[in-house]
């Protein structure tokens, strides 16, 4: 049996590594080669019309020749996706910190955030044009700003009130003054969750942001591209659009895992990557 | 006078969830003293109220009745003071902090500058031999290695007093006598006080200078042994006839107590 498992282990580390890449790549790559043939297939088979599906070569054509275009439109949304998060994470982690702090208004004030969390919050994206003016980054970053801020609200106080005992008693035998338990225990204990929770609200502030500038917003900017394209109608054109939204999206979800490792090295256990 | 050991107890009494229908006494009248540079074990059966004990001298719950003077002051002025170091039956170690980080914490806590910080805890990493491992995190080292940093981290401050509550409990049975003689050697390097809670009669008679023997309900100090083998003792002692004579002495203490208690 050893015998058996020792002889199908690859000779050397690095070929091991490679394979495990084209292990774990081939899936996707063969998985998204399916589908999109198969989407190809399916529009030009059935002549599907392009308002309601646009075959994946027109998009990609469409995407290549208004490459530059999505590009420069796409660096006023990750403006407003990044100030937005920045808002939104900000605030939650201030207010989770107030709310850790006074036991008595925490369980109501968490109670209400996260029914609010559940609510829609992308609904608000007309009234905060009407607020900050509709060219106004403001009005983009405040919708995912709200979006990011309630996720980051309840999970980064959960991680600060779920503290291990044992180390609550080490602070304490330390004569450790609160501030010093915030600082030195609660703070970095909240950070996996903190975490999870950006990179759940990296997403969410994408969406706010897109969805946001559908209502309107300054002329180059994603949502209003998509929008507009979709409105002409150049189908094909938006789709590339939403295409570059979602590798948006991915981007900012790789980003929070980035800092995630960088700033949590000692979670280095949970990667899987021990040296 | 109250005054005559670096830790004295007179009449402490300790009720949990007193004036309620699921009031427990866990400690009855206990009187104690302890002189600097003894290492006092406190032994006895399993919830006869010896954490409890430390606990109260550790500031980290109240006596219901009773005086108790660490350091000659009150529990609560010497915990502010820093006068004692804890360790626990787990190390309790933060995740996030590399091993040098977690020895430096009550340093840090007690505001000492960073320079000072990292000499001193690089010292009490010699001391407990994990020079090698200053820049590891506690997930990467054994159970028996994130015990010795527990100890370098409650002897970083230089306290006067250290409390442990069965610290080797939850290692195998050569770790355990490894980390006993390593912390003899460092008790006589430091020439602190300990304050020793276990459940294993061997370890109190080859650590203690005395052994403090408690019975269960109410929770009471049964006897005072003195340990008269000469120090410093080794893994030769153990096999001493002397050892096994004062294991047996203690075993008879304990079981005499048990036996009484199941008659009355
Ligand atoms: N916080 C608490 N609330 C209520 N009862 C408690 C509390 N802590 C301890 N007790 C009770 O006090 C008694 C003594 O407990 P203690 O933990 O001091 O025992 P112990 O000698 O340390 O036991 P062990 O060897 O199992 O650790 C027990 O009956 C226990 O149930
Ligand atoms: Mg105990």
Not at chain 1, 21 to 39: E, F, S, T, Y
Not at chain 1, 102 to 126: M, R, T
Not at chain 2, 161 to 170: R, V
Request: hydrophobic share 50%.
């Amino acid at each position: 049996m050893t015998v058996r498992a020792d002889a199908g282990r690859p000779p050397s580390a690095q070929a091991g590594r490679a394979a495990a890449v084209i292990r774990r790549g081939a899936p996707v790559v063969v998985a998204a080669a399916v589908i999109l043939g198969g989407w190809e297939l399916v529009v030009r088979l059935f002549d599907v019309p392009s308002f309601i599906l646009p075959p994946p070569s027109e998009i990609a054509s469409a995407l290549s020749a208004q490459f530059g275009t999505i590009l420069s439109a796409s660096r006023v949304t990750v403006q407003a996706v990044l100030l937005g998060l920045v808002l939104g994470a900000v605030g939650g982690v201030l207010v989770a910190l107030v709310v850790s702090r006074f036991h008595k208004v925490s369980a109501p004030i968490l109670g209400v955030a996260v029914i609010v969390n559940c609510a829609p919050i992308v609904a608000l994206a007309p009234i905060f044009n009407n607020w900050f003016g509709v060219t106004n980054v403001l009005s983009k970053a405040g919708v995912a700003a709200v979006m990011v801020f309630f996720p980051v609200l309840v999970n980064t106080a959960r991680g600060l009130l779920q503290v291990s005992p044992l180390h609550l008693e080490i602070m304490e035998s330390l004569a450790a003054n609160p501030r010093q338990v915030s600082l030195m225990l609660r703070l970095p204990g909240a950070l996996p969750f903190l975490f999870n929770a950006l990179k759940l609200g990296s997403t969410l502030a994408v969406i706010g942001v897109i969805v946001t500038e559908y209502f309107g917003g300054p002329s180059n900017a994603l949502g209003v591209y998509i929008a507009y394209q979709a409105a002409l109608p150049r189908f094909a054109e938006a789709w590339a659009g939403i295409f570059i939204a979602s590798l948006l999206g991915l981007a900012m979800f790789g980003l929070m895992t980035l800092l995630e490792r960088l700033f949590m090295p000692w979670h280095a256990s949970l990667h899987g990557d021990e040296k | 006078m109250p005054e005559s050991g670096i830790i004295s107890v007179h009449g402490v009494t300790k009720e949990f969830n007193s004036a309620t229908d699921r009031s427990v006494t866990a400690l009855t009248d206990i009187d104690l003293t302890i002189a600097e540079g003894e290492f006092v074990s406190l032994l006895g059966p399993s919830g006869c109220g010896k954490s409890t004990l430390l606990r109260i001298l550790a500031d980290l719950t109240p006596p219901t009745a009773g005086t108790v003077q660490v350091n000659g002051k009150t529990p609560a002025a010497a915990r502010r003071d820093r006068d004692y170091g804890m360790v626990f039956q787990q190390a309790g170690l933060f995740e996030w902090r590399s091993v040098r980080r977690n020895v430096e914490l009550p340093l840090q806590v007690a505001g000492v500058a960073k320079e000072e910080r990292r000499n001193k805890a690089s010292a009490m990493l010699d001391l407990v031999r994990l020079e090698d491992f200053a820049s590891h995190f506690p997930w990467q080292l054994s159970g028996g290695m994130q015990q010795r940093v527990a100890i370098a981290r409650a002897l970083s401050a230089d306290p006067k007093i250290l409390f442990m509550d069965e610290p080797l409990g939850a290692l195998d049975e050569m770790n355990r006598e490894h980390l006993q003689a390593e912390l003899l050697r460092i008790w006589s390097d430091t020439r602190t006080t300990v304050v020793f809670v276990t459940h294993s009669i061997s370890e109190a008679v080859f650590l203690s200078s005395r052994i403090v023997v408690m019975s269960a309900r109410p929770g009471r100090i049964a006897a005072n042994i003195d340990v008269d083998l000469p120090y410093p003792r080794t893994a030769a002692t153990r096999t001493t006839p002397e050892f096994f004579e004062k294991v047996t002495q203690v075993r008879t203490v304990l079981h005499g107590m048990l036996a009484a208690g199941e008659t009355s």
